[in-house]
């Protein structure tokens, strides 16, 4: 890409993040301040490293599964394991710094660990094809979406597993749930990725998984 391509690819990858922003993390009023805010978007986006190397170092592995089902099977399985990890790590550090804060700001703060992490990946993706501008469109409504919503539902164990006698099974769903859905996301759209129908399921899982971040915090927030 030319210096002005990628200047315009930067913009294009980075604009679907600032909605969300305001709708998942600035809206909020939150016990600690907007600084906090930023280090974990910007933090968010530096996990992004270690997943990717650990896949990089698997992919001899990868290649050798000779369906390609099942290779896309195995490395949503990866990313969506090794990337929330990562995450979750952020979450947890920056957390454990600042002894109080409300379900609703750990849960702001997980979307915010979560955009960081997927602007990068998108800023990644679209300097990377020639054909830019589907790429950005469709990673604006669906991958970045879905790593900021995800981020959400982590924040959402995490915080209750601050408070909850069953503080290891929380923090295994703060891991597991994540993985699950971004795992399966990825999983779904690399092995149909070839096929015509992949818009459309790409866009139903990012939406299927906005409904289950959705009824996972008005359940959290009844409670409250």
């Not at 592995?61 to 990890?85: C, K, S, Y």
């Not at 960081?116 to 409504?141: H, K, Q």
């Not at 015509?196 to 959290?220: Q, S």
Request: aromatic share 8%.
């Amino acid at each position: 890409m030319t210096a002005a391509a990628s200047a315009i690819g930067l913009l294009a990858a980075w604009i679907p993040g600032v909605p969300l922003l305001w709708l998942l993390v600035f809206r909020r009023r939150f016990d600690w301040n907007a600084e906090i805010a930023w280090a974990a978007i910007l933090l968010g986006a530096c996990a992004g490293i270690p997943p990717a190397t650990a896949i990089l170092l698997l992919q001899p592995a990868l290649a050798a599964i000779g369906d390609p089902t099942g290779q896309a099977i195995a490395l949503g399985a990866a990313a969506g394991l090794f990337e929330e990890a990562a995450k979750l790590f952020v979450l947890a550090v920056m957390i454990a710094r600042h002894e109080t804060f409300a379900r609703a700001d750990a849960r702001a703060l997980g979307a915010a660990v979560g955009l960081g992490f997927g602007l990068l990946e998108n800023f990644l993706y679209v300097i990377a094809t020639g054909d830019w501008p589907l790429i950005a469109g469709m990673r604006a409504i669906t991958a970045v979406p879905l790593h900021a919503v995800i981020g959400l539902v982590m924040g959402h164990f995490v915080a209750r597993a601050g408070a909850a006698p069953a503080r290891g099974r929380w923090l295994a769903g703060a891991l597991l749930v994540p993985a699950l859905l971004h795992g399966g996301y990825d999983a779904a759209v690399m092995a149909w990725r070839d096929r015509p129908g992949v818009a459309g399921l790409a866009i139903g899982l990012a939406f299927l998984t906005a409904l289950i971040a959705y009824a996972i915090c008005r359940r959290d927030d009844a409670a409250a």
